[in-house]
């Protein structure tokens, strides 16, 4: 099956860094997604990206759909204690037998330190 | 803002005893889904689910597992025989489209 490898596994930072965390698959997505989760309840969707190439913003969060529709990437500028948390990417397949289905990463655990 | 409800929050059952976990999707929502996540894992797709009927599932998914929308606002996951492995937390998802998934709190399942 599509595999995803998410890094870093884990970050630390001081309030006020920005991040950057990344997914790369073997293979082809024609959706990338980023979820946050904290502890105990559901991921929350931060940004979905369409298209090769797209470059979307929401608030402090940009994330890109990489060109080789094999990665994607998040970036979070100027973190507030609030950003801790489990950040997950998500692809979703080329239509047909993977319709619907989200392939999640491994997750970066997100520290900030105020 | 609308979004996905699940009960109960947490079950406890002992191995062999049927399971049934309740989701309430998104009103609009025409696509379903069951994740599940292990303890310290990344999510897992269990099934999908469009127009009354599955559309995908993983190998997870197995005999022992159904899924069902008995009525207009609730979407079910049934375990006939827990075994010790399914303890893990059950997401239910909805979107309106299949890519903008949007989960529930989730169920805490704990097989003993």
């Known amino acids: 099956g599509q595999q995803l490898n998410q890094s870093p596994q884990s970050m630390f930072i001081q309030e006020g860094e920005d991040v950057s965390m990344n997914c790369t698959s073997s293979?082809?997505?024609?959706?990338w997604l980023w979820y946050k989760q904290d502890p105990g309840e559901g991921p929350v969707l931060l940004i979905a990206?369409?298209?090769?190439?797209e470059l979307t913003s929401n608030g402090r969060l940009t994330a890109q759909f990489g060109i080789t529709r094999k990665d994607s990437f998040l970036n979070i500028s100027a973190s507030i204690p609030s950003d801790v948390g489990i950040y997950f990417c998500?692809?979703?397949?080329?239509?047909?037998?993977?319709?619907?289905?989200?392939?999640f990463g491994q997750g970066t655990i997100l520290t900030v330190h105020p | 803002e609308p979004e996905v409800t699940q009960t109960p929050s947490h079950q406890v059952t002992q191995m062999g005893q049927e399971v049934i976990l309740r989701c309430v999707p998104i009103?609009?929502?025409?696509?379903f889904y069951w994740y599940r996540q292990i303890l310290g894992q990344k999510v897992e797709f269990l099934v999908s689910?469009?127009?009354?009927?599955?559309?995908?599932k993983s190998e997870i998914f197995d005999d022992q597992f159904s899924v069902e929308r008995p009525d207009g606002s609730n979407f079910t996951l049934k375990i006939r025989s827990t075994k010790l492995e399914d303890s893990a937390m059950y997401f239910c998802?909805?979107?309106?489209?299949?890519?903008?998934?949007?989960f529930g709190p989730g169920t805490r399942l704990t097989v003993t």
């Open positions: 998802a909805s979107s309106e489209g299949p890519s903008e998934q949007y």
């Open positions: 293979s082809i997505f024609n959706t």
């Open positions: 990206l369409y298209k090769a190439g």
């Open positions: 998500a692809g979703q397949g080329a239509g047909g037998t993977s319709y619907g289905k989200l392939t």
């Open positions: 009103s609009n929502h025409l696509y």
């Open positions: 689910f469009y127009n009354n009927e599955i559309s995908e």
